[in-house]
């Protein structure tokens, strides 16, 4: 399994955004996880990022358990968000080179050139 959850809640004070979650997601599958606003999405991502801690419950990612290893899960994974603010005064190009800077990735300036 590429993803692997397990009874995953996350509360904020008294609203329970996520409440016990199970699901797996098999390698090479596409998979969609719909619902309506607020229902708890951002948050589940959030928690397999390792930018949201969970109250209860596990998950993994690739193995690797985002609430311990959050760099490690971050490391191999990537995430198109529903709004994204690149820095308008960097050129597309510019972008590309600034975060696989700062993400060490190897092939960013070959791939900004192109
Ligand atoms: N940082 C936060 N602090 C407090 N409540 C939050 C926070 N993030 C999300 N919530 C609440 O958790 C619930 C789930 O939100 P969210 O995961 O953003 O849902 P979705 O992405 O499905 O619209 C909502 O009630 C939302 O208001
Ligand atoms: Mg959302």
Request: a negative charge; proline letters at 7%.
């Amino acid at each position: 399994m590429i993803i692997e959850i397990r009874g995953l809640s996350k509360h904020y004070g008294d609203t329970i955004a996520v409440d016990r979650l199970s699901l797996d997601v098999p390698g090479g599958s596409v998979y969609g996880l719909r619902g309506p606003n607020g229902s708890g999405k951002s948050t589940t991502i959030r928690m397999l990022t390792g930018q949201a801690r969970p109250t209860s419950g596990t998950a993994t990612v690739l193995g690797i358990d985002p609430a311990t290893d959050p760099e490690g899960v971050r490391s191999r994974l990537g995430i198109i968000p529903e709004q994204e603010t690149p820095p308008s005064f960097l050129t597309a190009a510019e972008c590309l080179r600034f975060v696989g800077s700062i993400r060490n990735l190897e092939g960013t300036d070959e791939a900004a050139d192109w």
